[in-house]
């Protein structure tokens, strides 16, 4: 094969891991498809693609199951069907790993985040917690917003408010637990 056919075959390989990553895909299946031996299709694969057949089938499905999250209802059970896993475990198992959340707790974060900005999109005033307090931002206008000069170490030092309060809020729980 010449490798404009090679590159062909692989463009059909990737065509069909598109269009049919819900469904069970062999790597025999995607090498025939290809015109290719398993082996052979598997090294010209990862060279062109940065990754395995498996894998890059791995992340379509798990890319698509994020959007599916993002905006549907459909449930995770769903949605791993969907993408063609057929256990829940596996899924979340796989999803948590590519992306460093649960696939319920990206749902739940995606609606609070979008929530949010509906909440201030119609003028509701955001509020935050910051180190343990809560903040009322009121509504900021980000035109007219123009930080003082001493806006950047106002900032730092809220971050390190931020950064620091979690452990401040355990070691008063320790002590107050210790006592008990």
């Known amino acids: 094969m010449s490798k404009n056919e090679i590159d062909e075959s692989i463009e059909r390989t990737l ?6 990553y819900g469904e069970k895909i062999s790597l025999s299946y995607l090498a025939e498809v290809a015109g290719l031996s398993s082996f052979h299709f598997c090294r010209v694969f990862q060279r062109q693609v940065g990754m395995t057949p498996i894998k890059f089938l791995s992340f379509v499905r798990m890319q698509r199951a994020k959007y599916l999250l993002e905006s549907t209802t459909l449930s995770v059970a769903a949605i791993t069907r969907e993408v063609g896993y057929g256990s829940v475990t596996t899924f979340t198992t796989r999803f948590s790993a590519m992306f460093g959340i649960a696939p319920g707790q990206l749902r739940r974060q995606h609606v609070r985040n979008t929530q949010d900005m509906t909440s201030v999109a119609a003028g509701d005033a955001p509020e935050k917690l910051i180190g343990g307090q809560i903040l ?12 003082s000069a001493d806006h950047e170490s106002r900032r730092s030092s809220r971050i390190e408010v931020e950064r620091h309060a979690p452990s401040e809020q355990r070691r008063r729980q320790a002590g107050a637990g210790g006592g008990a």
């Open 15 to 20: 065509a069909v891991i598109r269009q049919c």
């Open 136 to 147: 009322n931002l009121g509504r900021v206008d980000a035109g007219v917003f123009q930080p």
